[in-house]
């Protein structure tokens, strides 16, 4: 049992003493693409990477015009481009109020004037023996004579012949009380324009002579009824009567033809005012419409100058780095003349072989030293005690011995001295066996 402690005692001084650990990691390699997501860890780091389908937006425009609110649903952009429309027609109707419609009104006066007429008769004759001696029957427009048809009911046949023939003193032509003159105008007339001239004869009676004229005979409600009594004086050629109808209007009958004024007018008895009409015109402002078409690129990106993201396409792409970890020992105590790169380390993901190091050790001297444990650029220091006994010093000095003769070996062997070594035993070889054929052939 106590050779066993002894044993495991001086086991544990021949190894070497760890204190303390350091560790160090290298720089990140570049990143790499992979299947999946990638979380972090002290030896690797992952990232996630959104890449969207990229696209330019391009108006497409309607090729017509249209009101606002009533273009395609396919085209929902309103663009600067408009169109403005001619105005409608003036109409009673109000139009519905919308964006970017002028509505314009306009207040007339309506009004009918008096009906026109075509036709007048004269009748209800009375005078002396109940007759009207007649001459002529002229009617004026507006001052000038126009032509005239007669008719005549319970009339002798030549009057028709006689009146209207202009002859001004006739003496013989007559109406009786039941004879109905009908005088036909050549068209309709306003009553207001009309004045009819009634030529009388009949000089050798003084009694009044009374008849009447009118457009109807048996009207309850003459719309024209002249009345009149006359006197004949037998001391004149000839008697008119100059009758305006204007002047002789019983109960106004309105024209059907309703007119419109553009000022208000007043109620009187040849004017029937109605009541003022509000009419409505409106012009409408056309636009073009537009939609946006999208014009992709292929594949998907993370971001394309002038170009945007279509966040409803995208895919995610997973990528990784990583790096390698070496963790050293602090202060190693050293109780033999021996030092590795395995002395130097705890663990390391870093194949040993790729790992060197350098050391500025006196094996002859105890003491404290320092150990640089190289990778790339990268230098880890790390503090030695050394601490041998007399006899690791010697053998100490002899591995530095071995090793500095390993040394200047190592830099004589370079491939030029190797190449000049083989040259040389190539030229001995060829002398010796230069000089054994020579031997051979004396023999």
């Known amino acids: 049992m106590k050779k066993l402690f002894v044993f495991l005692l001086l086991i544990t001084c021949l190894l070497p003493q760890v204190v303390h650990a350091k560790t160090y990691y290298t720089d990140y390699g570049p ?18 990477i959104q890449k969207y389908k990229m696209y330019q937006e391009e108006k497409e425009y309607t090729e017509k015009y249209y009101a606002v609110g009533e273009n395609p649903l396919d085209y929902p952009y309103q663009s600067t481009e408009k169109q403005v429309q001619p105005f409608s027609i003036w109409s009673k109707e109000m ?6 419609r002028l509505i314009e009104t306009k207040i007339t006066y309506p009004y009918q004037e008096l009906k026109k007429i075509s036709t007048l008769v004269l009748y209800d004759i009375d005078g002396p023996k109940n007759k009207l001696y007649l001459s002529e029957i002229e009617v004026l427009h507006q001052g000038k004579k126009i032509p005239v ?13 006689q009146v209207g023939n202009g002859i001004l003193n006739e003496t013989s032509f007559f109406l009786s009380k039941n004879s109905v003159l009908t005088i036909q105008l050549p068209k309709e007339y306003s009553p207001i324009d009309l004045t009819c001239n009634v030529y009388l004869s009949d000089f050798q009676n003084t009694s009044p002579i009374q008849f009447k004229l009118g457009t109807e005979t048996n009207d309850t409600k003459p719309y024209i009824e002249v009345f009149h009594t006359y006197w004949i004086d037998p001391d004149q050629s000839k008697y008119v009567d100059s009758i305006a109808l204007k002047e002789y209007i019983s109960y106004p009958q309105w024209d059907d033809l309703i ?17 003022p009409i509000t009419y409505y015109r409106y012009q409408d402002t056309y636009y073009k419409y537009y939609r946006m078409r999208r014009n992709y690129l292929d594949g998907y990106y993370g971001s394309v100058k002038n170009y945007r993201q279509d966040e409803s396409q995208s895919i995610n792409l997973y990528y990784k ?29 870093v194949p040993l072989e790729k790992l060197h190091f350098s050391h500025n050790i006196d094996w002859n001297k105890n003491g404290t030293y320092t150990a640089h444990l190289v990778y790339e650029e990268q230098s880890m220091p790390i503090s030695i005690q050394l601490k041998l006994s007399k006899e690791n010093k010697k053998e100490g000095t002899d591995k530095k011995e071995a090793v500095s003769l390993i040394k200047k070996l190592s830099q ?24 054994q054929q020579i031997v051979e052939r004396k023999k």
């Open 31 to 48: 990143w790499q693409e992979t299947d999946t997501l990638v979380f972090d860890t002290p030896l690797q780091q992952g990232k996630v």
């Open 149 to 161: 048809q007669f008719q005549c009911e319970n009339c002798n046949s030549d009057l028709l012949f």
């Open 95 to 100: 139009p519905v109020s919308k964006q970017d």
């Open 259 to 275: 007119l419109e004024s553009d000022v208000s007018l007043e109620e009187n008895d040849m004017v029937h005012v109605l009541d």
């Open 321 to 349: 780095r990583t790096r390698d970890q070496i963790v050293t020992h602090d202060v190693i105590t050293l109780t033999k003349p021996n030092l590795t790169v395995q002395d130097l380390i705890v663990s390391s993901t």
């Open 412 to 435: 004589w062997f370079t491939w030029k001295n190797i190449l000049l070594s083989l040259l040389l035993g190539l030229g001995i070889f060829l002398i010796v066996y230069s000089l």
